[in-house]
């Protein structure tokens, strides 16, 4: 009996917003993180553990979590300077070789993202609780399957254009927003190995990370992120010619 | 009486194996970074001046240096660990302003290119002294201007993929070697407003800063690399909407 | 005495609206081409010539026409049939060879640019007489010189994602729409040594083409398309081997 | 009982060398077109078909064959011009609604290639049988999956850069000659909702459709081809606004 492979799925939070703010718990009493690992279960077949910044002193992410983690998802908001560095070259480390990584929301300010992609993530924003459509721009991209030309959600955090990352290697969606931006508000990129995709929508007192359609996308996106091989690159390796150099010198 | 602008360059050298390694001193006997400037006066209106690693704390850039920088040419090899974290902060933030920047062969692995780009920049490599050829795959680049379809090198460094870098956003020069393997040579990017090239040819030991192609390859980057905008990205300002939200909440 | 050397623009208009629909004189008496070709004089160093459909048999772009152009600049909407496929070859091949090519707002489904793109460049469309906000993505971008951080036209004619195009080399502008939709408003491509850009606004019964910042984007497009090299790639060249290949067979 | 569903591969072949010379007969006896589509089956489910041009006056590809077909796969060399229009028309608008296209080694030339990239595709070439080693460049791509570092034919068509195509969404391998050329092998692209893949290598004198690594490569080009979204773009709809215009006009 064949059985299919469980994507392995790590969600990591910050986790202090759900602590002290009781706006934030209303919405996401076990943490966002929670929502995030719930809505992946059913809709794909997955694996998922969780980890979070106060856990311990690698912040739930030791090597061996990470060395058993297909997908990391992540999300952060009022703590990304608490995130240790050493944490963070691990992470990009694995990313390199092969890991998948899902960056949500507040996440656009992370190390980890910063770190990969080179830039400073900056952005317009403004906390209105405005309409936001997500349009499709790639609608045969795998991130984008099963869903409508567009979708709505109807209140939100803006996050506007210009948005200072590199050129992305796909522009999956880009957002309308009702105070007049707008966003690149997915985005695809490669590093080494790895798979990233930034997706914007998803704020902590907003229920974002319940609506059906943000839930899809983050699965389409965990499956089209999970790592597609293994070999390491991690070193520069001296090498003889494959062909006979005769008199080169 | 209307004046040209010059472009005002910075090359970086470590300056170490000059130093310390006579067959290197015998090739560049006042250092690889002298070559380069002189390589470029006479090609563009420039003005050069020169830095190098142990030259301060801050290896000859400090904030004021970087602030009237146009473009920065970087060599390094043996020491890229010993360029402190802070500068290279402080380069990365200039590059994201618009600063241009020209890395040079073994710059591969300097902090600064590996912070830009997100990836690891590992190759494989060879010194057998082989012959290289470099092609042109983008004519119409303004690096590739005025250059033949291809030029050669007689005695140099292999450099060979797979190279780990990003998808780049313009692969201008493709290499081959005499041993069988092949190289994307001449790679672009751009990091916020700034301009990024890669390019692969130029070993201490061989006289390939000397070279009219190599010189005019570098002085067109330098020229195509200089700053285009002058406006400040550096924070995410909080923003009024444009659009009358009327009943938003 | 130094002279600048001016851009050879041809300015091709379909030139049939203006002269049936009154709506449409009242805006561009003269036609949309001139509005065009007068909003470039004063911007930058340019020679503009104008060419029409219903001209002669090749449209006003002959051979020697397009030989002694730069950069052509396409308006077409109610007749893209009505071009012949030999004109269309005979633009292409120039494309191909450097001239540079802008394509204006309903030029979308001009048979050019559709044999360029290789795409049917479909949109979702409407005419409301909207408010449009253009957003400028990639600042440091030459077509996006001396432009503020977004700018609005007062009515336009709405185009949406999803656009069918190719991924762009980049992407210059993404709009935002009263109505609710976004759109790439701004895209660059290069093909074969010339250089290609797609403009969304500009509608013939609103006065798009004498606002001051459209102008300035069609000046810098301008700049931007301008040839870069002149080098015959119209062929396949069989060529002799560069190394010796001794017992190859 | 789940079963796995097929992919419908039709291996379009131009099938005149293979009639009239000799020296093709004897590598490839039942046509070019058979030796690709039995390097599929075992590798990966298939159906295959074969269409061939002086089949019928669709060259095998009526409406209803395309229709039902995932991957088309394309081999053409000495009779491009005789495809007709039409037929290129249709498998076009297939591409842009979803069917995957594979062109290989000659078809570069193809009506079909040039059609969908909007350039000459033109290069250098040269047959004299010399070694050619293909490099992976990106080697998570799907397309590369269980590959090598690198693999080998001993006997080979040169065919070298300048490649006159578009900057490619990837370039997954990139090939060194005996001779002294490069050549960007194996590049993706997507247009509509297809995906394209272009791979140089495969002469009709060289038994190359043969090579365990060949065909490795077109059967991951194939799954990586084959359609992701049946969703219609075929044409331009005229839509309400999403939000309330108001006062607008």
Redesign the interface.
């Known amino acids: 009996m064949s059985e299919v492979k469980k994507i392995r799925v790590t969600v990591w939070n910050e986790f202090r917003h759900e602590l002290k703010d009781e706006a934030v718990r209303r919405v996401y009493p076990d943490g966002i993180h929670r929502a995030i690992g719930e809505g992946l279960t059913g809709e794909i077949p997955v694996e998922v553990r969780y980890a979070t910044l106060d856990q311990d002193e690698d912040h739930g992410l030791s090597q061996e979590v990470l060395d058993n983690t297909d997908v990391l998802i992540w999300w952060g908001h009022m703590a990304h300077k608490d995130v240790s560095d050493a944490v963070v070259d691990r992470v ?1 480390a694995r990313v ?1 070789a ?1 890991m998948g990584l899902i960056v949500l929301h507040s996440g656009h ?1 992370s190390k980890i993202l910063m ?6 993530c ?5 906390e ?4 936001e ?1 997500i ?3 790639e ?4 991130i984008a ?1 099963d869903l409508p ?1 567009y979708f709505e959600l109807p ?1 939100t955090e ?1 996050y ?5 990352i ?2 992305p ?3 999956v969606f ?9 966003f ?1 508000s997915g985005v695809t ?6 798979r990233i995709f930034y997706f914007a929508p998803g704020h902590e007192t907003f229920p974002i990370f319940y609506d059906a359609n943000i839930r899809k996308v983050i699965a389409n996106a965990v499956q089209w992120a999970a790592p ?2 293994d ?1 390491d ?11 006979d ?1 005769g008199q ?2």
Chains 1, 2, 3, 4 share one sequence.
């Open positions: 990009q390199l092969g300010k770190r990969l992609l080179g830039t400073s900056n952005l317009r924003w403004r209105a609780g405005e309409r459509r349009w499709v721009i609608p045969a991209h795998p399957k030309e209140h803006m506007g254009e210009r948005f200072d590199p050129t290697l796909q522009t880009i957002t309308w927003y009702q105070g007049g931006e707008v690149r990129y490669e590093r080494g190995t790895g597609r091989i070999r690159f991690s070193i520069c390796p001296m090498v003889p010619p494959l062909e150099l080169a010198e």
